[in-house]
């Protein structure tokens, strides 16, 4: 048997949806261990998993309320995932000498998993918590959210967009590569967009039907369906009166704020979703369940018979009553709606929310809203369109359907089994397919 050391990002929607891989690993046998914050360790005990600290936090820098472009972006992807990796590294040196692992797991934000397989020749799995980050002919620069080029032109001028960003993001490719220098190790040979992304297994826990059913990916690249996993909880006893309270006829919409910290500061975007919503739907006949996980004004307007506004609520609790979900576009909440059908309409903010929204008009689910054209007028059109159209609902339905043939977290371990043993690429002699078995 294996041993699996997890080192992915550090913040609930990272280290969550990596739990049910972990579990499907130890049911095989297999040995597990993370390197994470000390706030996680209760939730690792209950998957039998090992534990090594973490205490090394990256720089929070204050974001603006707008999508960050140019320097700032850069600035802000170098202080966030650049500089703290040689600290991390260290520290995930320190549980390798301990726990030795035969792999390393990490997600696409960590680049310190990177530094410590490389330099100690240990296959290194990456587990991408969104959809595909990797380049095609047919994409622009990830983040932008446009969508897949039609015509000849339109991949002209996006091959055109991928050599600026990679121009433009130089500077912090060369700090990476005198980190990797620092390791003893080469310079990245790629754009920076790969820089983090393993060259022997990227895991993917959608299915392609939400990820623009990519054809030009290499077989290192696997889609398992979604891998989620929430801590146990229960409605409240008034949010669960309030459902009941609701007409069985009256459609409800499941608005959703991050729960991603923003810089020092409230994010007020989050909010702004919030009170659109708020202003707009219950006159049109909506119901409307938010969720806001931070001090705001709005939690002070208290429940009516259409609207109720919580600081938290297990959205699988939510789902099965909700009409339409009304989020940011967090790769978390999109893929929960999704496996239940649910179609969507996303207001996103930043990060690779764009992306995630983008996916959702292409594949038929949902609606995309631009956050400067956030308005209750704006966002009451884009509601009332995906509840008035039933092939949302019947996109939605599909592209659940094809969720449910998958069971992600196995089939995620068994793609790591093989890495395991093999130490080659995934799939890169075909004869081995057979052997990635659940």
């Given at each position: 048997m294996?041993?699996?050391l ?11 949806p ?8 130890r049911?095989?046998g ?26 090394s ?10 999508p960050?472009r ?7 992807f ?8 040689s ?8 549980a ?5 692992p ?6 696409q ?18 587990l991408?918590?969104t ?27 996006y091959a055109?967009?991928?050599r ?7 500077p ?29 297994l ?6 392609p ?12 690249v ?34 959703t704020?991050s729960t991603?910290?923003?810089g ?6 989050s ?12 006159e ?11 001090d705001h004004p709005l ?21 099965g ?11 978390g909440?999109v893929?929960?709606?999704v ?15 764009p992306?995630?929204?983008?996916r ?12 400067d ?21 019947a ?18 371990a ?14 890169l ?9 659940v």
């Amino acid at each position: 048997m294996a041993r699996f050391l997890f080192c992915v990002w550090p913040a609930p929607g990272h280290v969550y949806p990596s739990l049910p891989i972990a579990r499907a690993l130890r049911e095989r046998g297999h040995d597990v261990a993370y390197v994470t914050y000390a706030e996680f360790e209760p939730v690792l005990r209950g998957f039998d998993v090992a534990y090594f600290p973490l205490r090394s936090r990256p720089s929070n820098p204050q974001t603006r309320q707008t999508p960050l472009r140019g320097a700032d972006a850069r600035a802000i992807f170098r202080a966030l995932f650049i500089l703290p990796a040689s600290a991390m590294a260290r520290m995930i040196d320190r549980a390798a000498d301990e726990f030795r692992p035969d792999v390393l797991v990490h997600d696409q934000r960590s680049f310190g998993p990177v530094l410590v397989a490389q330099r100690r020749g240990l296959p290194l799995a990456t587990l991408a918590m969104t959809c595909c980050p990797l380049p095609g002919g047919d994409l622009a620069p990830f983040g932008l959210g446009l969508p897949p080029a039609a015509d000849e032109a339109t991949r002209l001028r996006y091959a055109a967009m991928r050599r600026h960003a990679e121009d433009a993001y130089a500077p912090v490719l060369a700090e990476w590569n005198a980190i990797r220098a620092g390791f003893g190790l080469p310079p990245h040979a790629g754009p920076l967009a790969t820089a983090a992304v393993s060259d022997r297994l990227l895991i993917l826990p959608t299915v392609p039907e939400l990820d623009y059913n990519r054809a030009d990916l290499p077989p290192r690249v696997r889609y398992v369906g979604p891998c989620t996993w929430d801590p146990p909880a229960s409605l409240a006893p008034e949010t669960a009166a309030w459902l009941a309270s609701l007409p069985e006829a009256q459609p409800l919409a499941l608005v959703t704020a991050s729960t991603a910290a923003v810089g020092p500061v409230p994010d007020r975007r989050s909010a702004a979703l919030v009170e659109a919503a708020v202003a707009a739907l219950p006159e049109a006949g909506i119901a409307v369940l938010a969720t806001l996980p931070y001090d705001h004004p709005l939690h002070g307007i208290g429940s009516s018979p259409a609207v109720h506004i919580v600081r938290f609520a297990p959205h699988r609790s939510l789902l099965g009553r909700t009409s339409v979900a009304v989020t940011h576009g967090g790769f978390g909440i999109v893929s929960k709606a999704v496996q239940q059908a649910v179609p969507l309409v996303v207001v996103p903010f930043a990060g690779d929310q764009p992306e995630v929204a983008q996916r959702v008009v292409a594949s038929g689910v949902g609606r995309r809203l631009a956050p400067d054209a956030l308005n209750p007028g704006r966002l009451h059109e884009a509601v009332g369109a995906v509840l008035q159209d039933p092939q949302y609902r019947a996109n939605a339905t599909r592209v659940a359907a094809a969720m449910a043939l998958h069971d992600g977290p196995r089939e995620a371990a068994a793609l790591l089994s093989d890495l395991a043993a093999h130490r080659a690429p995934i799939s890169l002699k075909p004869e081995r397919n057979a052997e990635v078995t659940v």
